[in-house]
């Protein structure tokens, strides 16, 4: 299986740019995949394709990356963007990272 | 506006089976491919099995295989998950999510239901 490595955790100021990573342990070209879970909610599709914006989702959100390097970002960052960040593969099967948790300094 | 909607989640013993179900709504349900994902109580996600457009090709995560049968009428734009065997370690909150669309080489989830929580306890 192809493991998707993400921080644990990210302290960010109101206004300010934050930035996630993913790699991955092999190649997955750009087949990169990232949510937002809000507490007690279902995920919701932000980037798809490494770096398209899905439907809806506001500019402030875009990505990066390709191979086993990806990045996520949000600028700047508005206190509705609280929530748990995943990253998903989906060259081989369908596997997601641990999340990784923003929250406000 | 697309809808998925589970049910069919709740208490059940080990070694015992369980039916979820998705009705899905808002689009033509016989275009996309379709999946379930879990997520334990306070863990991440995880991707559990997957069924394309007719239901004649099926995936599953290892730890399912041979346990899990994913699939799918779409007459009655409803996606099922039938669950045997079942372990403690299978309780979860179990999610209907919909797959990018047909023709698209890439597989990320476009829209998710609200979940239906599975506890497999004695």
């Known amino acids: 299986d192809i493991v998707l490595t993400q921080s644990p955790a990210l302290a960010v100021s109101l206004g300010q740019r934050a930035t996630i990573s993913c790699r991955a342990s092999?190649?997955?070209?750009?087949?990169m995949h990232w949510y937002q879970q809000k507490s007690g909610q279902q995920p919701k599709l932000l980037i798809y394709?490494?770096?398209n914006l899905a439907s809806g989702v506001p500019a402030r959100f875009s990505g990066s990356g390709s191979g086993t390097d990806f990045t996520f970002t949000i600028d700047p960052v508005e206190a509705d963007d609280i929530a748990t960040y995943y990253c998903?593969?989906?060259?081989?099967?369908?596997?997601f990272g641990a999340g990784t948790k923003l929250e406000l300094k | 506006e697309v809808q998925l909607v589970e049910s069919g989640g709740g208490l059940v013993q080990p070694g015992r089976s369980l039916k979820l179900s998705c009705a899905a709504s808002?689009?033509?349900?016989?275009?996309?491919?379709m999946a379930w994902v879990c997520q334990a109580p306070t863990k991440g996600l995880e991707w559990v099995a997957s069924?394309?457009?007719?239901?004649?090709?099926?995936y599953y995560r290892d730890s399912v295989k041979g346990r899990f049968t994913i699939s799918r009428d779409n007459a009655k734009n409803t996606l099922y998950l039938q669950m045997d065997s079942l372990r403690s370690e299978d309780t979860a909150t179990y999610y209907c999510?919909?797959?990018?669309?047909?023709?698209?080489?890439?597989?990320?989830?476009?829209?998710w239901g609200q979940g239906t929580l599975v506890t497999v306890s004695s």
């Open positions: 999510a919909r797959h990018a669309p047909v023709g698209i080489s890439d597989n990320w989830f476009a829209y």
């Open positions: 808002g689009f033509t349900f016989s275009n996309y491919g």
């Open positions: 069924i394309s457009t007719g239901g004649g090709n099926t």
């Open positions: 092999e190649s997955v070209r750009s087949s």
């Open positions: 394709g490494a770096s």
């Open positions: 998903q593969q989906s060259r081989n099967d369908n596997t």
